[in-house]
């Protein structure tokens, strides 16, 4: 089983920043892309950003200018800098890989979709 380790979250007044870590292991991220969601109370869960392979980055509309997603394959981690956050941007942030089944630093992981146990970010106005 995949593990991905969120960290990162917590309590920030609207306006201030928070830098969320997403880490894996056995270099998945490397290869794979990985994904930002959130889910407020009461909603969807919803995409927030995607970092391809190649380091290309996509963002959803409303955290566009805001959030950067990034990439460190030596510490096998993905990041989501928050700056000028919302309150609008309150909820839990799970990290997400689509990963492509094979053998990652001598350990095989079957093709899936794999979760973290998510983060609470709150913004308070």
């Known amino acids: 089983q995949v593990q991905l380790v969120e960290s990162g979250g917590g309590l920030v007044q609207a306006g201030g920043s928070l830098r969320l870590s997403c880490a894996a292991s056995r270099n998945i991220f490397s290869i794979n892309p990985a994904n930002w969601y959130r889910q407020a109370p009461g909603r969807q869960r919803e995409l927030v950003a995607t970092i391809t392979a190649a380091g290309s980055a996509n963002y959803a509309d409303f955290v566009k200018g805001r959030f950067t997603i990034s990439r460190v394959n030596a510490k096998d981690t993905v990041y989501l800098q928050m700056n000028s956050l919302k309150p609008e941007d309150t909820a839990v942030y799970y990290c997400?890989?689509?990963?492509?089944?094979?053998?990652?630093?001598?350990?095989?992981?079957?093709?899936?979709?794999?979760w973290g146990q998510g983060t609470q970010v709150t913004v308070s106005s």
């Open positions: 997400n890989v689509d990963l492509r089944g094979g053998f990652y630093s001598g350990r095989y992981y079957p093709s899936g979709n794999y």
